[in-house]
């Protein structure tokens, strides 16, 4: 299992080295290894999408939450759509659901948020989109053991073995084409 954190990581391995073998993970990455964009409206997320040689598209909710009209009894606005889900597909690009966004929201938008993370865990299920469970911790503290991200995801509606999928997250690899 791997993390995906924000901080800084030479402060990571000076202090915490074996912080990672307490968490329960294999490897930890900082998110400048990969190739992200965070989520906003979603003219911007199709932007985002759009680009082929993107890895992760992290929080495609972040702005909806801020949008009071984005709550319907019908409908959530969840910052993605079918359409975006089969372009994240078709162009190999995974979409991020981070621990430490629901951890830092205030307490009354929490359950929106979590509505909404529901909501993108069952459009990219439904169009085969990659996902990625990470913690995204912008700060040691924010870290949280690897069976924690993997109950995080099943609290969003992950099947076991899309959790495991999902926490074990690999950087798409280059197609590079042989000349004959």
């Known amino acids: 299992m791997i993390d995906i954190i924000c901080f800084n990581p030479e402060i990571y391995q000076n202090k915490k080295k074996e912080r990672v073998l ?41 702005l909806a939450l801020s949008q009071k009209e984005g709550i319907n009894l019908k409908q959530i606005g969840s910052g993605l759509n079918e359409v975006l889900c089969k372009l994240a597909h078709k162009n190999e690009i995974a979409i991020g659901f981070s621990l430490s966004q629901l951890l830092n929201a205030p307490d009354n938008l929490k359950p929106f948020l979590l509505a909404r993370l529901m909501q993108n865990v069952r459009l990219c299920r439904k169009n085969k989109t990659k996902m990625v469970v990470a913690s995204f911790a912008r700060h040691v503290w924010e870290m949280r053991h690897a069976k924690d991200l993997l109950a995080f995801a099943r609290l969003l509606g992950m099947q076991g073995g899309e959790a495991n999928k999902a926490l074990n997250f690999k950087q798409k690899e280059k197609k590079i084409q042989m000349l004959p």
Do not use: H
Not at 39 to 58: A, F, H, P, Q, T
């Open 22 to 62: 307490d968490l329960g993970f294999s490897q930890v990455f900082y998110i400048g290894n990969f190739r992200t964009s965070e989520g906003s409206s979603i003219e911007k997320n199709r932007k985002s999408l759009m680009e082929r040689n993107l890895d992760i598209l992290i929080n495609p909710e972040k």
